[in-house]
C-alpha cells in the first residue's frame, strides 16, 4: 500500500509564493510519473504539472513560466513551487502519483489534498 502525504498549502497574499510538497511511503519499489492537479471549487479537477521518471516536465498554459514541478527520487519526494499567484490559484491542490509497489505491482494513488488560498 501507498501513502501520500501532501504539505505546504495555506493562505497567501497575490503575488506570493508557496511550495507544495509530496512524500510517498509504503511498499515502493519505483515512481514512475508525477503530477499536480488542482480542483476549485465548484470546477472540475484539472492537471497543472507534471514529471516522468526522467525528469521531462508538462505544464498547464496558467501555470507555465510561474510553477515550477520538481522530484526528488530517492525520497519519493515531489515538490510544486508556485511564484507569483494569483487569486485564480485558489483551489485544492493534490498530487498524483504512479509506480510500482516492492512485488512490482503497478499502483495510482492520489494525496489528500491540500488547500491553497490566494487572497489579499
Known amino acids: 500500500q501507498v501513502q501520500l502525504v501532501e504539505s505546504g498549502g495555506g493562505l497567501v497574499q497575490p503575488g506570493g509564493t508557496l511550495t507544495l510538497s509530496c512524500a510517498a511511503s509504503g511498499s515502493i519499489s519505483s515512481i514512475n510519473f508525477v503530477a499536480w492537479y488542482r480542483q476549485a471549487l465548484g470546477k472540475q479537477r484539472d492537471l497543472i504539472a507534471a514529471?516522468?521518471?526522467?525528469?521531462?516536465?508538462t505544464y498547464a498554459d496558467s501555470a507555465k513560466g510561474r510553477f515550477t514541478i520538481s522530484r526528488d527520487n530517492a525520497k519519493n519526494t515531489v515538490w510544486l513551487q508556485m511564484n507569483s499567484l494569483k487569486p485564480e490559484d485558489t483551489a485544492v491542490y493534490y498530487c498524483?502519483?504512479?509506480?510500482?509497489?516492492?512485488?512490482?505491482?503497478?499502483?495510482?494513488?492520489w494525496g489528500p489534498g491540500t488547500q491553497v488560498t490566494v487572497s489579499s
Open positions: 498524483y502519483v504512479t509506480g510500482r509497489t516492492v512485488g512490482m505491482h503497478p499502483f495510482a494513488s
Open positions: 514529471i516522468t521518471s526522467g525528469g521531462d516536465t
